[in-house]
């Protein structure tokens, strides 16, 4: 029997996910998790791994919290699904939106759910549009976005993603969106530009773009406060004030893409609290569930709502929704996520251990392989190069991340590899001693890894 032997085998025949490169799923099989506990995670054969990436930068709570079990057991007890369509609603998701309007900055009041961080940006797109046909400006359609910026895979989440992947084969952007230059002065800045000159040169493109297309056809900005999935990159001091300015300027809906950085990950409440400013719209998941359930949220202003609650369009409404907006259980083990977010001070908790991350880590600035130590609280980046003073990349990029990445579940630590940049993004539960674990552990990452290089001769 092959399921006995190893999960691993049987599911090649029956899964096939994302980002993996079959032949080489074919070949090794998958890593088979079978169970949570705490910032832990077990294999089918019993190994114990840190999750130092909370699974995909999702779970704040751990994987084997009662309460959120519970949530969902009794939701399924009173009532396992409604939906939000044709007037009707239900509690949880009430209660929910209630929540989420208290906690996100002021002047966002109203919540619209869905599933997926997917869904909720091709949501936001739609809403925009809607709302400018309302307005009487029909023609204001396009989106500004960023290189290596990531919101999502679907048609138009994934047109705003600015990744290669996201785009070659599949004929995207489908929608109007133009990319703007990445805000990461290390990768992207000029021979000898200063932060603050980098900065400037960024602002003054994005404001050339929006004049030579004409703000009138622009509807949004949509961007990671602290740009994630792409590589962990924090912006430059000063960037969002300035984008801020821009569309207030040009009356352009700022919309920041929370998915990964909302709920305290940057040791902030949100991303947009930690860089200062104040977006129209705000994009929610993955912590707001813990990722025990597929959940995400738009969470919009009161303008915006405005425009799409006066206009009758041309169905008479807001044409859209999804069987599972708001999905009862979804939203109730949401609630009480936040509420343990809230009663054990997990946002306090991740800008302690945040800052002991970042400090941890940056020991390794000195490392041979490191190029650049980055991050904001807990989520951290270190970008692995083949020469440190002139920051060359290995070629080809990602074989040497990968080699880290692999070399990681060995040492019992599961991170991510974005190209040759190591991502950390761990529980927000974590403790002084799993920090200075999970730092330990990077060390000797890096330097088996700095082994494999020398050996296979990849510089
Ligand atoms: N936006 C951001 C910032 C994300 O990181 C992600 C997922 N990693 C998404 C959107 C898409 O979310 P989902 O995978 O739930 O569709």
């Not at 084997?64 to 609603?89: C, G, I, N, T, W």
């Not at 400013?277 to 949220?297: C, E, G, N, R």
């Not at 890096?446 to 990849?458: C, F, I, N, W, Y």
Request: proline share 5%; hydrophobic share 40%.
């Amino acid at each position: 029997n092959k399921l006995s032997n190893s999960l691993a085998q049987a599911d090649i025949a029956t899964s096939l996910h994302p980002y993996t490169n079959a032949r080489r799923h074919e070949e090794k099989g998958p890593l088979v998790i079978s169970r949570g506990k705490g910032i832990h995670v077990y294999d089918e054969h019993g190994k114990e791994y840190i999750e130092a990436l909370a699974g995909l930068w999702s779970v704040a709570v751990g994987f084997d919290e009662p309460r959120l079990v519970e949530a969902a057991h009794k939701q399924m007890q009173a009532l396992p699904y409604y939906h939000s369509f044709a007037h009707k609603a239900h509690e949880p998701s009430i209660r929910l939106a209630e929540k989420l309007v208290e906690m996100t900055p002021q002047g966002l009041d109203r919540v619209f759910f869905t599933s997926s961080g997917s869904e909720a940006n091709d949501t936001v797109v739609k809403m925009a549009w809607y709302m400018n046909n309302a307005l009487g400006r029909p023609e204001k359609k396009k989106f500004l976005a960023r290189i290596k910026g990531y919101h999502g895979i679907t048609v138009a989440s994934g047109s705003l993603t600015g990744l290669p992947y996201n785009h070659m084969d599949f004929d995207l952007p489908a929608i109007p969106v133009h990319h703007l230059t990445c805000p990461h002065h290390y990768r992207f800045g000029h021979e000898g530009e200063s932060e603050a000159e980098f900065t400037q040169r960024l602002l003054a493109e994005a404001e050339e773009v929006i004049l030579r297309e004409g703000p009138e056809t622009i509807a949004g900005f949509i961007g990671e406060p602290l740009m994630a999935a792409g590589g962990v990159m924090p912006p430059p001091a000063g960037y969002w004030k300035g984008i801020e300015a821009l569309c207030r300027k040009h009356d352009i809906l700022l919309i920041a893409d929370e998915v990964i950085n909302g709920f305290g990950r940057l040791g902030s409440s949100f991303g947009a609290v930690h860089y200062g400013f104040t977006p129209d719209i705000m994009v929610l998941s993955k912590q707001l569930t813990s990722s025990y359930m597929p959940l995400a949220a738009v969470v919009f202003s009161e303008k915006v709502y405005d425009a799409i609650a006066d206009n009758t369009g041309r169905i008479g409404t807001f044409g859209h929704g999804f069987t599972a907006s708001g999905h009862p259980v979804a939203t109730a083990v949401g609630l009480e996520n936040l509420k343990i977010i809230e009663e054990r001070d997990l946002m306090g908790n991740a800008t302690r251990m945040g800052a002991r991350l970042q400090e941890g880590l940056r020991q390794y600035a000195d490392h041979p392989l490191v190029g650049e130590v980055r991050g904001a609280g807990l989520i951290a980046g270190l970008e692995l190069v083949a020469d440190k003073t002139s920051k060359r990349a290995f070629d080809p990029v990602g074989k040497v991340g990968l080699a880290a990445f692999e070399i990681g579940h060995e040492e019992g630590m599961i991170i991510r590899n974005v190209g040759d940049t190591l991502a950390l993004c761990p529980p927000l539960i974590v403790t002084e001693g799993d920090i200075d674990e999970i730092v330990a552990r990077m060390g000797r990452i890096l330097d088996r890894t700095q082994d494999h290089v020398s050996k296979e001769g990849l510089v």
